[in-house]
Nanobody, 120 residues
Framework: QVQLVESGGGLVQAGGSLRLSCAAS????????MGWYRQAPGKQRELVAA???????NYADSVKGRFTISRDDAENTVYLQMNSLKPEDTAVYYC??????????????WGQGTQVTVSS
């Protein structure tokens, strides 16, 4: 069982920055991939950024050049640095861990979410 706790959300003006943290209850060194998703009111949950155990990263086009995902295996924490925030970044941000259970089964663990609100 993996528990994820997000923090760092809040209210910020457009152009500002926030750093989200996702603390895991287990070592993340062996977790295949972790990431951040977001869900705005009335919209589907969407991928924001992901980072593999190798360090390879992937970003949604809408956040490329503005957001940076990183992981600190020693602290069992994944971060999302968000710069140049826009009102359209307003959403609940969720951390996810993709854990390989068997060769054909990957289980997803989700955090409770943290609200990010960007005012114009």
């Amino acid at each position: 069982q993996v528990q994820l706790v997000e923090s760092g959300g809040g209210l910020v003006q457009a152009g500002g920055s926030l750093r989200l943290s996702c603390a895991a209850s287990v070592t993340i060194r062996g977790i295949n991939s972790m990431g951040w998703y977001r869900q705005a009111p009335g919209k589907q949950r969407e991928l924001v950024a992901a980072i593999a155990s190798s360090g390879t990263t992937n970003y949604a086009d809408s956040v490329k050049g503005r957001f940076t995902i990183s992981r600190d295996d020693a602290e069992n924490t994944v971060y999302l640095q968000m710069n140049s925030l826009k009102p359209e970044d307003t959403a609940v941000y969720y951390c996810v861990a993709h854990v390989v259970v068997t060769i054909i089964y990957i289980k997803d663990y989700w955090g409770q979410g943290t609200q990010v609100t960007v005012s114009s």
